[in-house]
Structure formats: structure tokens, C-alpha cells
């Protein structure tokens, strides 16, 4: 079953088989090409991003056990065998975005936290941390004097090896005040602060564009020129639609990926697509499904991963649609051992990677940290 759609959004929905290359079988329901990947030190833990850049793959979370409370963060490097796991600046706190430049400019943002006597801790402040190629750092952003309860968001990095970070803070009326950053590529500390006053209540992931162009999603899509911000004109039916993730195939090809509130499917997936004039519904099924990331494979065909909620949709609770026999983007995969799903990335081989949790997850939290790649 399918949602109703507008004549456009049905016509998008169908060109994907134009542009994704002729019907073909769907991957099988259980397994497809996936492999799993996931670190063998990974219970306890769960990853919320990963990206790829020339070789180099990383994933980032959190470790929450007895001797980490109430959170360690988790910052893993692919091998080539296996997961890498360099020793943090930060001792407690958590990692929720990761931008990849180069193999030696690898960016990370996320909470860090601090004890408060014997047994209580703060309410966190923000954690930027840079990896140089050889270990982990902490870099310090120019909030201003007096600012509390900082936070970070989202971090990304340009073609010309720029660092965007976008995050907050409570002034000193303790009103909350959003704040983009932008630094150098070598993390020296030239940092500048730019408007940031994207029109969204709030926002989940940064993404920068080969014409330098800065895109944010959250409670809808912004662009960001250099000067201001513009919000982006969604199709009325998405009229409260969340999104977490964005991708950029080329300035006419944008897809940003999410959800909507159903009242019968609490939440049902939202896929929407820029094509140079105007952004438009791409076709997802009408099942519970929370969308959080998107990628390409090797063929230019999309991958998207997220989670649900509805055992009867799938047990283990991951989420990957992808083009089916008839162009629409359908559930026709399932890695194997994967929960819920968070990230996903390609990297220079046609491979897509996705993270997140294990299957077996129980009250919302996985037993794991779950890692895996589609050949």
C-alpha cells in the first residue's frame, strides 16, 4: 500500500526508474549484499554517524556501561579488518555528527560532561574535536563571554576544507541563541562566527555544497549564501515534516530525508527532492518508518536507513528503502544483525556503509553498537 500523492510527486517517483537504470529484482528482503562490520567491543554502545573520505572510514556514538556514566564517547577508524578505537580527549559525553575532509582532517561534535561531586554530573557543554591524522584533540569555539549551556549539533566540512559547526547557547538573560561557526581546515583557531538565524526551530545536520553553498535541515530546509538565510518552500502536505539528513548529488539534485506525524502511523517517512526550481515529495511507503540518513551506492541509486518502530513492518526495527522493480523507493533490505539505523556514507568504491544499533534492541536501546557495509 502507498500514500496518494500529487500528480508531480507521482511523476518524480516514477522518473526514478529512469534515473536510477531500467526494473530490476528487488535485493533479497534478508541480507541483500550487506555485510556486517560491527566492532567486536561494541555492547553497550551505539554510533550515530559515519563518513568516508579517500580510504579513510570513521563512525562516531556513545558507550554507556557501569565505569562510563554517564556516557563515553566513541570515535572508531576502519582498518581494512576491523575498528580502531584512538583514545578520546574527552573522558565522558558523546559524539552525535562526523565531517571528513581528508584522511587527517576529520571533524566531531557532540556533549561533553563533566561530574558534579561524587555521583551527580552537569548538563554538558559543547565538544569539538579534531582528528590530525595521528590522535584526537578538543578545539575550543569562540562562544561569547558569560554563554552557558553550549551545544553542538551538526559539523561540516567544504571543498575547500572549510569547517562549518553549527550548535547554541544561553546568553546571559538564559534566552537560547543559535550560533554558526567557521574555521580553518587545520583547526588553528581562526574561527569566525556568521549569521545563523536559519528560520528553523532547530537543526540536525549541516551540509555544504560544491558551490558553497550551506544547507541545514531540521524542522524544514534552509540555505545559507555566505550573507543570510533562506528557508526553503516545501510542499504544503509536509506542513510539520522533521529531517535529519540531506545529500547533494549536484545543485538541480538535492534530496533531504526524514519524517512526518501520522495519526494511524504515529511516524511515516519523508523523502523530498530539489530539482533546480522547487522542492517535491519523492513516493515512500505509507508504513511506520523514521528516515535519518541518505546515500548513493556506486550506481547513483539511493540508500536511505532509518528505523521503525512497528515490529509487523520489520523485528529488529532498521528501515532501508531503495528503488524497487518499479522505480519507487521500497523496503527490499535488511542487513543483517542491524537494529536501528542512524548514518550512512559511500565511500570511494561504490560501497555504502550505515551504523547504528544491533537487533535485539529492548524499551528503544540497542544491546550494541551496529556497523555495516553493502558490496
Partial sequence: MFLTLPRSATAL????????????????????????????????????????????TWAVGLRSDATTRPFAPVALRWTGT??????????????????????????????????VGDTDWDRGRALLQHWDGAAWSEVALPFPEGASGTSLSTVAVDEGGSVWVYGGYADAAGEYVPALFRGDADGGGDWTRLPADTGLNWVSQLEAR?????????????????????KQRLPPALDGALFDGIETRAADDVWAVGHIRDEK?????????????????????????QLYD?????????????????????????????????GFLTRTEEPPGAGYLYGAATDAAGRVWTVGGTAGAEGGISPGAYAGVRR
Avoid: C, K, M
Avoid at 560544491?210 to 533562506?230: E, Y
Avoid at 530539489?274 to 515529495?281: E, K, L, N, P, Y
Avoid at 532509518?306 to 522493480?325: A, C, I, K, Q, S
Fill in 210 to 230: 560544491p558551490d558553497g553553498v550551506l544547507q541545514a535541515v531540521g524542522d524544514g530546509v534552509s540555505r545559507f549564501d555566505g550573507t543570510s538565510w533562506t
Fill in 294 to 326: 541518505i546515500a548513493f551506492d556506486g550506481s547513483g541509486r539511493p540508500v536511505v536507513v532509518g528505523e521503525t518502530l512497528n515490529p509487523e513492518v520489520e523485528p529488529d526495527g532498521n528501515y532501508v528503502l531503495t528503488p524497487g522493480p518499479q
Fill in 13 to 56: 517517483a516514477i522518473g526514478l526508474a529512469a534515473v536510477f537504470g531500467a526494473a530490476a529484482p528487488p535485493a533479497a528482503a534478508h541480507g541483500g549484499n550487506w555485510r556486517d562490520v560491527s566492532p567486536s567491543d561494541g555492547d553497550g554502545s551505539v554510533l550515530f554517524d559515519v563518513e568516508t573520505t579517500r580510504g579513510a
Fill in 82 to 115: 576491523g575498528w580502531q578505537s584512538p583514545p578520546q580527549p574527552a573522558d565522558h559525553g558523546r559524539l552525535d555528527d562526523l565531517a571528513a575532509g581528508a584522511p587527517d582532517e576529520v571533524w566531531a561534535v557532540g556533549t561533553r560532561y563533566e561530574a
Fill in 265 to 289: 502511523l504515529w511516524r511515516r517517512p519523508v523523502i523530498v527532492r530539489f530539482d533546480g526550481r522547487a522542492w517535491r515529495t519523492v513516493r515512500t511507503p505509507a508504513e511506520t518508518g
